[in-house]
């Protein structure tokens, strides 16, 4: 081999690695914290007048704990207040699991964004604790969250202005009851449903129900390869990753790719905060 060879060969090895480092310093630093706040309508059949050009915003998966910046949260939370939210709602993963997590979701919930009208969540999966399997940790979370303003609907509807709110309880934590609350409300009545995992758009249960469901629970997969569907991702139906779904029964899934993590990287995939302008369908 010449010389000049390994000079060339050396030089692009050397540039490679830089490379190499410079996105993964950039996933890691970078775009877990490189929030983005998505403008988009939610067009809703018979919306009262009173609610048209009205804004909800949501949030999800902020997973406040170990693995999240409690700094990043904060500022999260403080971008969420200067949208001016008539509504707020969180749509699961309040937290990730830690030995003090009731006391840490105390402290940063009691800073969180309220809507003028309402604020309101769901659980996830991780809320309920190591395997989804603890309904008694995730009754711990209530108290705080109440406290900081946040009403958990736990498979319940609540009236926001002539909207119906449903909030349905997490799949995986095998708390997912849709037709305790389905089956009994005013299909004729405009109304939005939050439930954590978009796999739950596919089960049995909906009733005659008809509009959107707002969803988390995916990350948008959190990394991407451009044109590559991403590699992992925690949902059965592996379109499920990010976006606007048509799911059929004349009802849409919008599924946020969240603002927190459970893992510190994040590729081609940005946090995101919703903001949909209510609108008439």
């Given at each position: 081999m010449t010389t000049g060879r390994r000079g060339f060969l050396k030089r692009g090895a050397v540039w490679l690695g830089a490379c190499s480092a410079s996105v993964g310093l950039y996933t890691w630093?970078?775009?877990?914290?490189?929030l983005e706040v998505v403008e988009r309508e939610l067009p809703?059949?018979?919306l009262p007048g009173s609610l048209v050009g009205r804004r909800?915003?949501?949030?999800s998966d902020l997973h406040v704990g170990l693995q999240v910046d409690d700094d990043y949260v904060l500022h999260v939370f403080d971008v969420v207040r200067g949208l001016a939210a008539d509504i707020v709602v969180f749509t699961g993963d309040f937290t990730s699991y830690?030995?003090?997590v009731a006391r840490h979701a105390k402290r940063i919930y009691a800073r969180a964004p309220r809507g003028r009208l309402a604020t309101l969540g769901i659980f996830g999966n991780h809320d309920y604790g190591p395997g989804w399997r603890h309904p008694e940790l995730a009754a711990e979370l209530l108290p705080p969250l109440e406290a900081a303003g946040i009403r958990v609907l736990r498979n319940e509807v609540v009236d926001v202005a002539g909207l119906d709110v449903v909030g349905l309880?997490?799949?995986w934590a095998r708390q997912?009851?849709?037709m305790d609350v389905l089956a009994y409300r005013n299909a004729a009545k405009p109304g939005i449903v939050l439930s954590h995992n978009p796999d739950t758009a596919d089960l049995a249960g909906w009733a005659n129900?008809?509009?959107?469901?707002?969803?988390?629970?995916t990350h948008g997969g959190q990394c991407k390869a451009p044109f590559l569907p991403p590699p992992l991702l925690p949902v059965r139906n592996r379109r499920y990753t990010r976006g606007e779904f048509d799911v059929g029964g004349n009802r849409r899934l919008y599924i946020s790719r969240g603002v927190g993590h459970?893992?510190?990287v994040r590729f081609n995939v940005r946090p995101e905060v919703t903001a949909f302008t209510l609108t008439q369908a």
């Open positions: 630093q970078v775009e877990p914290h490189w809703i059949a018979h909800l915003v949501q949030l830690h030995a003090d309880d997490d799949w997912f009851r849709p129900y008809e509009g959107w469901i707002l969803s988390g629970h459970t893992l510190q």
